[in-house]
């Protein structure tokens, strides 16, 4: 037989067994869902693959050179997410069942925000630097009321805003090289949108007090023995295979189930005036005499990524 016609053969017969046993040929799907991201998509910021027929979204955010929330990260996130919300959807394209975040740098998952978003640097201004702080309470709300379960596959930095989005994911999960924690203390500044009293419900009050106050990292297994995050894996190959094996068994489920069960676990989550107080603070901060993340702009030499590899314990270097 030559060889193209048995490679034929071959390729034909796996697929008939595939289709006997109640698999699919491919894992992955050929057609082009509303959400999917591409680095042509938006500011780039984020690339995602679908699998199990549409069921799973895995998000690989990348944005050089520390995955900072900026504006670019930030609109993104708005424009992904904005795809997934009830009113937006179709019969014909429903909602994923999972999303997974994960990142394509391995000693950052998400940074804190831009300091340059209150004014600091060009092209950025107060009206400008309100209507992306609009686009994040978006986001906030979404991550609590979409119709998907989302999960944070973490191994790298998550400080700051990384850390308020995790918490606020439906389940995180570590690898080795996890970092997390907050630095806004340390320069007059405060963890917001919702993210310390998602913390608290996580850890206790009295452990949330320790890691916020002190400007304090923990390491991922420490975070896992304390419920800052479910489980911690020994290397990164673990920990991807581990999460999507936890999504492949959620996308087994119907729907409703899933996503009703979600919206009753999320009733003991901060309430949207709790975001609205934090930013409230934020602003206010901001205004004052010495302007936290001016502060931080200068310490970190404008958010190097030398200086960010060390956020948070680094922090109290600044007071010694």
Not at 109 to 118: E, I
Not at 229 to 253: C, H
Request: glycine share 8%.
């Amino acid at each position: 037989m030559y060889p193209f016609h048995k490679n034929l053969v071959l390729f034909a017969l796996s697929g008939l067994l595939s289709l006997i046993n109640g698999n699919p040929v491919h894992q992955h799907d050929t057609r082009r869902l509303p959400w999917e991201r591409t680095k042509s998509t938006g500011f780039g910021t984020l690339t995602t693959t679908s699998s199990n027929n549409g069921t799973i979204l895995r998000v690989l955010m990348d944005n050089p050179p520390t995955n900072l929330y900026d504006y670019k990260l930030i609109t993104d996130l708005y424009d992904l997410l904005s795809f997934v919300v009830p009113e937006n959807l179709t019969v014909s394209a429903p909602p994923p069942k999972v999303m997974i975040f994960a990142s394509a740098d391995p000693d950052f998952w998400m940074g804190h925000y831009d300091g340059a978003l209150f004014g600091t640097n060009p092209p950025f201004n107060e009206s400008y630097t309100e209507e992306l702080f609009t686009k994040n309470r978006a986001i906030v709300g979404m991550l609590k009321s979409l119709p998907t379960i989302l999960i944070a596959e973490i191994n790298g930095r998550a400080t700051g805003s990384g850390n308020e989005f995790l918490v606020q994911c439906d389940m995180a999960f570590s690898g080795p090289n996890t970092i997390l924690g907050a630095p806004e203390v340390a320069v007059g500044g405060v963890h917001g949108n919702g993210g310390i009293q998602h913390l608290v419900r996580l850890i206790g009050m009295q452990r949330t007090a320790e890691y916020m106050l002190t400007s304090s990292g923990i390491d991922a297994l420490t975070a896992a023995e304390i419920g800052w995050v479910n489980r911690m894996y020994r290397s990164e190959t673990k920990l991807r295979g581990a999460v999507d094996e936890i999504a492949g068994r959620i996308a087994l489920f119907p729907a409703a189930g899933l996503n009703g069960t979600k919206a009753m676990i999320r009733e003991f989550s901060a309430p949207p005036s709790t975001v609205e107080a934090d930013i409230a603070t934020i602003f206010r901060l901001e205004a004052g005499e010495k302007a936290p993340d001016a502060e931080y702009l200068r310490i970190s030499k404008n958010q190097s990524r030398h200086f960010e590899l060390g956020v948070p314990d680094n922090m109290v270097e600044i007071w010694d």
